[in-house]
Structure formats: structure tokens, C-alpha cells
Nanobody, 127 residues
Framework: QVQLVESGGGLVQAGGSLRLSCVGSIRTFSRYAMGWFRQAPGKEREFVAAINWSGTSPYIVDSVKGRFSISRDDASNTIYLQMNTLKPGDTAVYYC????????????????????WGQGTQVTVSS
């Protein structure tokens, strides 16, 4: 059974940082492009970032570019979302996602069919 398990969420003051992790129990983890979404209360799920199988092509959406970064460590089946200079508007449940193969790592990634989802981790940024 494939699982994606996020961790690293919590309560932080505006201007602070958090690093989210997502560990995948996928035997062929390196064959998956990985990404992060978030969903704020009362809003639709929003695509945040993606990274290709080799980790050489990260993509960050414009709304968080310059503050967030994505990376992966296939040796530990883990991806990360480093979030700096957090704002109250970043408050959301953050989900990691896996797509098998070679989907383009660009703005369209967020509209593609996801193979696996994590259960989410809550990030709350206080003002």
C-alpha cells in the first residue's frame, strides 16, 4: 500500500520559517514527479510547487516564488518544502502529491491527475 506522509507543519509567527517533509512508501519513488498543494479554509486546493524525478527541475508558483523552495532526496524517499518569510495568507493544510512518469514541471502540473496524495499537515501563520 502506497503512502505519502507529511510532517513539519505547525504554528509559526509571520516572518518565520518551516520545512515540510513528505516521505513516500513507494518502492519506485524516483520514478515519480512530486509536488505540494495547499488548501486554506473555505478555498479550493491550490498548487504550490513541483519537482521532477531527478530533482533538477523545480517549479514554484509565482505567489510564493522567492519564499518557498522544493527539493527531494530519493535516498530517503523524501521531498521537502522549505517555506521562508511566512505570511498569514500561507495558512493552510499542505499536501504532497505524486505523479508517475515525466509530467511537465510547470504551471500545468497542478491540473494533472495525481496518483497519490498525502493526508496533509497543517501550517498556521499568526500575525
Amino acid at each position: 500500500q502506497v503512502q505519502l506522509v507529511e510532517s513539519g507543519g505547525g504554528l509559526v509567527q509571520a516572518g518565520g520559517s518551516l520545512r515540510l517533509s513528505c516521505v513516500g512508501s513507494i518502492r519506485t519513488f524516483s520514478r515519480y514527479a512530486m509536488g505540494w498543494f495547499r488548501q486554506a479554509p473555505g478555498k479550493e486546493r491550490e498548487f504550490v510547487a513541483a519537482i521532477n524525478w531527478s530533482g533538477t527541475s523545480p517549479y514554484i508558483v509565482d505567489s510564493v516564488k522567492g519564499r518557498f523552495s522544493i527539493s527531494r532526496d530519493d535516498a530517503s524517499n523524501t521531498i521537502y518544502l522549505q517555506m521562508n518569510t511566512l505570511k498569514p495568507g500561507d495558512t493552510a493544510v499542505y499536501y504532497c502529491a505524486a505523479i508517475l512518469g515525466l509530467p511537465p514541471i510547470d504551471a500545468t502540473w497542478g491540473s494533472r491527475s495525481v496518483d497519490y496524495w498525502g493526508q496533509g499537515t497543517q501550517v498556521t501563520v499568526s500575525s
